[in-house]
């Protein structure tokens, strides 16, 4: 169990820090990003408005989560960020390009969402905080929860172009 435990503990942190790592280049250009305008202005390329704000939400929903998903900390809500922007991600970029990530496809979101949902039903084993602070979260419907909730944050990103110019309209 030592070696499961182990593993579970390697994966996680791994997939905790590169999306933490994507979060800060989305944030401040850190790591080779374009910062928060840059990812503003590629998410209003994606018809994803208004591009500030999103950017703000993805940049820190993949860092927070990413460390807390590393530090197995409230772990299947750090996994809510992560599953949402992948969500989006498969949708809006990458499933019109077909399956395999050598034509811009969505098979590596696809693993990213499994890894995901795996610690977010399953928890992030013995090696976490979690674990060590004796949280337990009930399953599933914790997961089930999270997942519901990054479903409708996804969909509220996707549709953002509907309801966008109607706020904007309405402040001006």
Known sequence: MVRLDLGLAIL???IGLLFAGHGVQKLFGWLGG????????WLESLNIR???????LLGLGEFAGGLLLA???ATPWATLPLLASQLVALLRVHAPKGLWIDRGGFEYNLVLITLNAFFGFY???AYSADAWLGWAWP?????GLVLILALLIAL??????VWAPRLSRRAA
Do not use: K
């Not at 399953?139 to 997961?143: H, L, R, S, V």
């Open 12 to 14: 996680r942190v791994l």
């Open 34 to 41: 374009h910062g928060l305008n840059g990812t503003a202005a």
């Open 50 to 56: 208004p591009g500030r704000p999103w950017a703000l």
């Open 71 to 73: 530090l197995g900390l």
């Open 123 to 125: 928890g992030a084993g």
């Open 139 to 143: 399953q599933p419907m914790t997961f």
């Open 156 to 161: 509220l990103a996707l549709a953002a172009p």
